[in-house]
Every structure is written in C-alpha cells, then in structure tokens.
C-alpha cells in the first residue's frame, strides 16, 4: 500500500514537473481577458476602417466586399460572440447596423452554404439570444430566398442562388455545400412552422448518403442534376466536412434518427478506411470511394475539426487521439499549415486563414474530459495567433506558415469561431451549457427542441 502511494505521489510530482501546474480559475480567467481584449482589437478595426463592409482588411486598412453589395458578414458573424463574452457595447454596436442597414432584396447572385452558415446561422443565433424579432424577420426573408436552390433533379442544391430572382448556377457541388442546411433550415421549420425548409434540408443530405459507395464512403464533388460523382476521393476535410458534422448535431439539435443512422454508418467507414495512426498521433488519409485506397496522405486544418465531434460524440479515445496530430500539425509548422502530407511531413498548402477547428477540438475534448493538456493545447495555439497575426488594425491571415508571410484579410470566422471556441475554452462552464445548445459550422449556437 505504502510503495502505491509512493509511486503514485512520484507520478504526480514528475507531470506536474513535466507539464506544469493544473492551469489555476485564475490564469483562465486571464486567458478569457486576453482573448477579449483581442475581440475588441479586431472589431475596433472593423469599426474604424470597413464599418459597413463585409470584412476588413487588416493590412492595407480597408473594408472589403464579397460581392456587388455588403451583406455585413463581420457584424452577423460576430454578434453572439461579443454577447457571450458579455461585450455589450460591441454587441450594440454590431446589432444597430445589421438592423438597420442588412437587406436581402437584392439581384444578387451569392453562393448558398457561404450565406447559410455564416448570415442564417448568425442571425437565428442572435434571435435566440437576444429575443429582437428584426433578426428572425431578416432570418424568414433569407431562408425564403435560398429555397429556389434546391429544385434540381436531384433535390441537392445548387451551388449559387439569385436572392432576387432565385436564378441558379453551378451542378458541380460537393456533400458540404449539399449538406449544411439542416441546423439552420430545421430551425426555420421550427420557428415559421412550415416544414419545408427542415424536409428540403434533409432531402439533399441524405441523398448524398444514398449515393455513398458500397464501402459508406462519399466523394468530394458531385453533380447536383445527376448524382454521379465527378471526383471520388474521400476524405473529412475541404468539401465535405460539415456534411458528417451535420448529420451528428441533426440529431443532437432535433433528434432525427436518420440522420443519427447515416452518422453511425459513415463514422464507421470514417474509421475504417482514413484513420492512420502514427507516432505523432492520428490524421485521417485520403481514400478512393470505391476501393478504399489511398490516394494521397494529406491532412489539414479544416480536417482538425473531426476530433471535437467525436469527442461531442462520445468516442473520447480516438479523438485524443487525433487531437495529438492536430496539436502535432500546429507545433511542427509554428502554426498549422492548410494542408500537410503527414508520411512525408512535408506542407502541400502553406497558409493558415485564422481557422478554428484545432481550437474547437480542444474545446469540445476539455469540456469532455477536463483534461489540463486541453488547456495548454488552447494556450499554446491561441497565444501564436495573437502574437503573430496581429496588425495594427486586427488580425491577418498567414499566407505562408514557414517563413512566417501575412496576407491583407481578415474571414468573418475569425470573430464568429476562432475567437469564440479560444474564449469558451478557459470560461466557466456556466457561460455555455452543451445540453442545451449545438454550434452551427460557423459556431453559431442554436437551442435544442426536439423535432415535432
Ligand atoms: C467556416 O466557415 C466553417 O467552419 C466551415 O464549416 C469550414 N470553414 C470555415 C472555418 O475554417
């Protein structure tokens, strides 16, 4: 019994040695003014230099459109975010200019999942939130002006859609871009009461489902007219990531069972054919559809996000484990790079646009476990961003991880995510609750209510 307790006080006193003191309520609560500080540094800029764009740009201190008009992507984007660090004034701010100056009546052609994660999204959030019927009137509008998207032969929508005339373009799709619409969508059935928008939604992603491969797996671009796949690599990151992300949270928000069922079923293939595991922890490869081959060992950024779903999901163990090669891919380049060949360990793509999903992990797993390495992981990731990122007017994208270049943008992500996942991570539990909210892709908290 004695030599027990010895071994185990000799365990203790060598992680703490090693990895340092659990982080105290007190050096959390500095990480949380940090990252506060660093909101309101980007915002300010916002403010200063693109007030009424959609997005600043951080160097050369100018606002920047996606389109011929604004449809105030910062300021939607960056709502709930503000609310929930309890900045007030920034979410005055950033409230009195999207109901003031954010219309859809627009001939304007605009890609569909762009503006469905981030302005549908973010504004249900806001309305949830806050409780002004503005933004669920802004909400209903657009939600009605997407719908012509999706009369394809197939059901799966189309890639842009006019929010004037509901012209549409572009049957070259892939599963992200045909299965992101349930949360919101679900969502809008809920509060119209018409259930179009929620069985619409549904439609096209599980008709992504229904065209998988014999081994469960999807591919990366399909035809939206035909349903044949026109790439057939399958793999969890760019285009079809938050397709596998909405069928989970589809039956966390609502609770469809067949959207649960496809989940099971690819996470099952997920696991199968692309989870490698290596030293440095474990990635997911890239596969043919049809034999499960690899294609090509690439991992990235966007793929990071898989861990904090599993992790969401229950299934602790692989997604430390794939939490171990995101923070590998993040400490090995400095900051991550957009893509990597993990066997060679070699950079394929070199820029780092703010993304979260390392971050959302980490969050997802520590709220899971309430393991300190989580914490360190976020402290580590978080505190690179803000030292190497910041302009005098916000924070830049990095253009090259190695050597260090910065490019003139800013993505709305940056405050809607990336900002949002670091703060949550060293809040008080009390400032979310899991059981009651899911994140949209664009982290964007929606309450949970059962689907009639
Ligand atoms: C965001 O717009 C969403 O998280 C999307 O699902 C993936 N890409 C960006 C962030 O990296």
């Not at 959207?259 to 099952?268: D, R």
Request: proline share 4%; aromatic share 12%; glycine share 6%.
């Amino acid at each position: 019994m004695k030599s027990r307790i010895l071994l185990l006080c000799c365990i203790l006193s060598l992680s703490v040695t090693l990895f340092g003191r659990p982080m105290s309520d007190k050096q959390k609560a500095a990480q949380c003014e940090k990252i506060k500080a660093a909101t309101r540094h980007a915002w300010e800029g916002y403010k200063k230099y693109a007030w009424g764009f959609d997005a600043l740009k951080p160097i050369s201190k100018q606002g920047q459109n996606w389109y011929g008009v604004s449809f105030l992507m910062t300021p939607v984007d960056a709502f709930d975010t503000f609310t929930l660090m309890g900045l007030d004034k920034e979410a005055r701010e950033a409230k009195e200019l999207v109901l003031s100056k954010l219309t859809f009546d627009v001939d304007q052609e605009v890609q569909l999942f762009e503006v469905s994660i981030r302005l549908l999204g973010g504004l249900l959030s806001s309305y949830e939130l806050d409780g002004d019927p503005g933004y669920l009137t802004l909400a209903k509008d657009l939600g009605r002006r997407l719908l012509p998207a999706f009369h394809s032969e197939t059901g799966m929508p189309w890639r842009y859609v006019n929010l004037k005339t509901g012209k549409t373009r572009d049957s070259l799709s892939n599963p992200a871009e045909i299965g992101t619409y349930l949360l919101e969508f679900g969502k809008l059935t809920q509060f119209t009461g018409d259930s179009v928008y929620f069985k619409t939604a549904k439609k096209a992603a599980l008709m992504v489902y229904r065209n998988r491969s014999d081994n469960d797996l999807v591919g990366t671009i399909i035809d939206v007219t035909t349903g044949m796949w026109k790439n057939r690599e399958s793999q969890i990151g760019a285009r079809i990531d938050s397709y596998y992300e909405y069928l989970y949270k589809s039956w966390k928000l609502f609770g469809d069972e067949n959207c649960h069922h496809a989940w099971e079923v690819s996470n099952k293939a997920i696991k199968k054919f692309l989870l490698t595991k290596t030293p440095n922890g474990s990635f997911f490869t890239r596969v043919n559809m049809i034999s499960g081959k690899e294609t090509h060992p690439y991992y990235g950024a966007l793929d990071a996000f898989y861990a904090g779903i599993l992790a969401l999901s229950g299934d602790i163990e692989t997604a430390s484990e794939v939490q171990k090669g995101n923070f590998y891919m993040w400490t090995h380049f400095k900051i991550e790079p957009e893509e990597f060949d993990f066997k060679k360990d070699s950079v394929i793509s070199p820029e780092y646009p703010l993304r979260p999903e390392n971050l959302e992990s980490c969050f997802y797993l520590y709220r899971m476990t309430k393991e300190d390495q989580y914490l360190r992981m976020g402290k580590r990731m978080i505190g690179d961003i803000l030292k190497k990122c910041r302009t005098n007017a916000g924070f830049a994208e990095v253009k090259n991880v190695k050597p260090l270049q910065l490019s003139d943008s800013m993505e709305s992500f940056f405050l809607a995510e990336t900002l949002k996942y670091a703060w949550l991570l060293f809040a008080p539990e009390s400032t979310l609750d899991l059981n009651k909210v899911v994140f949209n892709t664009e982290a964007h908290p929606l309450k949970i209510q059962l689907m009639n």
